[in-house]
């Protein structure tokens, strides 16, 4: 039998420490049944050959083991493999390599390799000896190693004050905090989690809340564990009270009403979630009164940290209401002794002084000065110096180190308040030009497409202003997930290596779906029962050309339609398109509209945000299944009742109704009977567009102007004018929130041998993208008698929006909605405004790449409307629309 003796190399891996190395005799590894060595538990087989007599040790075998772990690894076996570089002996090709210190240098070198893996808990290195039969010794080399625990399932316990696990998983990620399952257990990640835990819960309210997390080994395999994070609420922190101490120029009230997230309830206050406090965000409101008293000249003016005083506990213990006791230093008021700019040496003083709003012997205001910062930024950041910074050096005038500088703009008298000297301590840093421009994620758009939007050159100056330019340009095109401005992942900009003074930009993009495919049938109220077939595009083949092809057909309405634009025609920023259809809509009650046409548009730049169009339109109108009442007003009073008859024959009209006809000018001309109701209107239409709208479907910022002009006098039948003056604004008001305000006027007028304009050119109202809580073509003037509504050639219309982002493709909209049409020899009168108020959900879908909308509305003016039955239109109505009313 082969005599076997052990020795241990043993090397202690410490967090934030080193490897040793010790030598210690050991007791040798217990001999199998049949008194063989073994390692890892497995029985060490006889050599194929011998090494040769007489040598010296030699590395006979070499095993990585997890004997803590039942020698089961949850990472491959090769995968330590390749981190190991110490070689057993090969005895089958009489290949023996030499235990020396080489190979002990060797396994030190593989067990700091193996600890820096981060794969382990705990690593050691034995050496065994195996005495081969012909004395010489041969070396078993073991890796003892136990893993890292392995996650397997992540669960939140208690958080139902928060919402639910998505909102968990949303606020790690903003933190770019991260648990995967199947990774490796990490107590870092774990104390962040519970940080992020408890921060949720302040912001709830539940500012004791205590968390904690319990590792629980699971089934199915070695070192995998279940973690589970408890959060134990405490009692939730009600503000009953806010009082502020030391403050005696300004009230608690004033001051109370500057904070944002820590107030008193109010009468809303179950919506606007007031009275809870939320620990975390007391200091951006103590900086919020801060900044208030700055502004009003108290540049010493200080916060401290609050005092809870509890008042009143709930006998479940679930709640206490405190009064927050805030501490105030105001100091004295100042006012402006002297101004200046120091560090600047690319732009002089003397430009860069009005941007800032101070003024001499007035009350110190720092937001007019943080105001002029930001101008100040823009400045340079438009000459390339990104780097740029300043901030105001405020010496008050009591101040020992206070001068008044060389360069003092003016100077106040020195008698009366307390003053300061204020001084613009500016950063220009160095200039930067463009290197490389890269599009990263525009799998389908082509790069040229976006490059012609960009306003950034590469090799020019390095412009943010024309960054910030661009990014509002593509998301304008619709064709990208909204661009965050502010968001760095999303414009990216790093410095060039090796090229002093050059920056490489990014612009990390998110396709969005521009194609919408339509096919089926379905019943509307205004088409009746149809089919459609279509295609429509923002960004045909990526190439930013827009297409619809649209076939529909129903009992009602007909539309084909063939129409293609082309944004940059022939390279340049010219819009070209066009437009052939062929419709039939009949409008229930009134008549049928059959209309065949073609549209021929041109547009170019005139400023930023800016285009000029002239199109040119061509279309032949047909009136048919014309309600008698238009004919004859006194059918309404007939037993048999009214009948739709055909302009094209008159056949079955009576010779007293065809001489009643011929005397009512209005069915004479405005329906050109004498014409078989054929209209032919041939128009030119310059137009001016400013758009600053941010995006086209879920807009939040800008403002556009539309102004327009159909001059119908290019041969044709019907000859008139039409001006429209179209605005719209935007205004952002929290980060969720969005306002927003339409006003539309419209005027059209007869020339030339027209005397009447035709019905179907004649101005209403109603419907989802005007007045939304009234049908279709249902405001507008009426026949007394008859309740038909004629149409007006004048119109206004207001609209106004209060949108909430519910999620990103969900928004729930607040509106109102004001409208008249007016006709000849009227006037606007504010008792004659049609007004529809209520709320609706809109929602984008991403595979039909069309918002839909749910409306609720209320109708408090809707006097002698009547709706498309010719019933008087109802107080309150609730209908399926899509698109936007603006």
Known sequence: MPKFTARVLALTALIGGCASTAWAQAPSPAPSPRGAPTICGVPVPPPAS???????????????????????????????????????S????????????????????????????????????????????????????????EERERVKIVNYEGIKPIGDRAKVDEQLRARNIEMRLDTFLDNGTIRRIETVLREMMAEKGFTNAEVSHKIAPIAGGPKLVNITFNV?????????????????????????????????????????????????????????????????????????????????????????????????????????????????????SEALAPLFKVTVGDWYNEKGV?????????????????????????????????????????????????????????????QYLVNRITFVGNTTTRDNVIRREMRLV????????????????????????????????????????????????????????????????GVSQYEGVFGQLGFQTANFLGRGESLTVSLQAGDRAQNYQLAF?????????????????????????????????????????????????????????RMADLNELFLDPQCVLKEEGC?????????????????????????????????????TVSKVIPSFVHNTVDNPIFPNTGQRLSLSIDLAMLGGNTQFYKPTVEALKFFRHTARTTFGVRGQFQFIAPVRDTKTLPIFEKLF?????TVRGFDIRSIGPSDPTTGLVLGGNKSALFNAEYMVSIVSQVRLIFFYDAGQVADDRQAFALDQFRTSTGAEVRFFMPVLNVPFRLIFAANPQREGVLDNSFRPAKNFVFRFAVGSTF
């Open 458 to 521: 590469e090799g020019s100056v390095f412009n943010t202003e024309a960054l910030k330019y661009s990014v509002r340009r593509l998301n304008q095109l619709g064709y990208f997930e909204q661009i965050n401005e502010q968001d760095q992942m999303a414009t990216k900009v790093d410095k060039t290596p090796g090229r002093d003074g050059s920056v490489d930009v990014t612009m990390n993009l998110k396709e969005q779906n521009r194609n919408q495919l339509t096919f089926g049938a």
């Open 643 to 679: 009948q739709s008859i055909s302009l094209n024959d008159l056949s079955g009209v009576s010779a007293d109704a065809l001489e009643s006809l011929r005397r009512n000018p209005f069915a004479f001309d405005s329906l050109l009977i004498g014409d078989g109701g054929r209209r």
């Open 90 to 145: 090969q005895p089958s090709q009489n290949i023996w390599v030499p235990w020396d210190e080489q190979a002990i240098q060797t396994a030190i070198a593989d067990h700091k390799r193996l600890w820096a893996t981060g794969f382990l808990t705990d690593l050691s290195i034995e050496e065994a000896d195996y005495t081969f039969s012909n004395g010489v010794i041969g070396k078993l080399v073991t890796y003892n190693m």
């Open 565 to 621: 634009s082309e944004p940059f025609l022939f390279d340049r920023n010219i819009t070209g398109g066009f437009d052939v259809y062929k419709r039939s809509l009949q409008y229930i009650g009134y008549y049928t509209q059959k209309s065949t046409g073609g549209n021929l548009t041109f547009g170019f730049p005139v400023a930023d945000f800016s285009r000029m169009f002239l199109q040119y339109a061509y279309e032949q109108v």
């Open 370 to 430: 943080r105001d002029g910062l930001i101008k100040a930024r823009e400045i340079y950041g438009a000459g390339g110096y990104m780097e740029f910074t300043g901030f105001p050096d405020i010496k008050p005038s009591e101040d020992p180190d206070a001068a008044v500088p060389d360069a003092l703009v003016a100077a106040a008298p020195s008698q009366g308040p307390p003053t300061v000297d204020v001084t613009m301590r500016l950063q220009e840093g160095k």
């Open 765 to 769: 109202m109603g419907g989802e993208y």
């Open 232 to 348: 134990t609420e405490g009692p939730k922190i009600k503000i009953r009270d806010i009082e502020f101490v030391g403050n005696a120029a300004k009230s608690d009230r004033t001051l109370q009403r500057k904070m944002k997230d820590n107030k008193t309830p109010g009468i809303i206050g179950f919506i606007t979630r007031g009275g809870t406090y939320q620990e975390a965000k007391f200091e951006s409101d103590a900086d919020l009164i801060q900044a208030y008293y700055r502004n009003e000249g108290y540049v010493q003016a200080q916060v401290g940290q609050p005092e809870l005083k509890v008042l009143q506990t709930s006998r479940d213990g679930k709640t206490q209401w405190v009064q927050l006791v805030i501490p105030v230093t105001e100091g004295q008021r100042y006012r402006v002794r002297s101004f200046a700019i120091d560090g600047n040496t690319v732009v002089k």
């Open 50 to 88: 011998l090494p040769p007599a007489g040598s010296g040790p030699v590395i006979y075998f070499i095993a990585p083991c997890f004997p803590a772990q039942g020698n089961v690894s949850t990472v491959e076996s090769q995968t330590y493999l390749y981190y190991m570089q110490l070689r057993p």
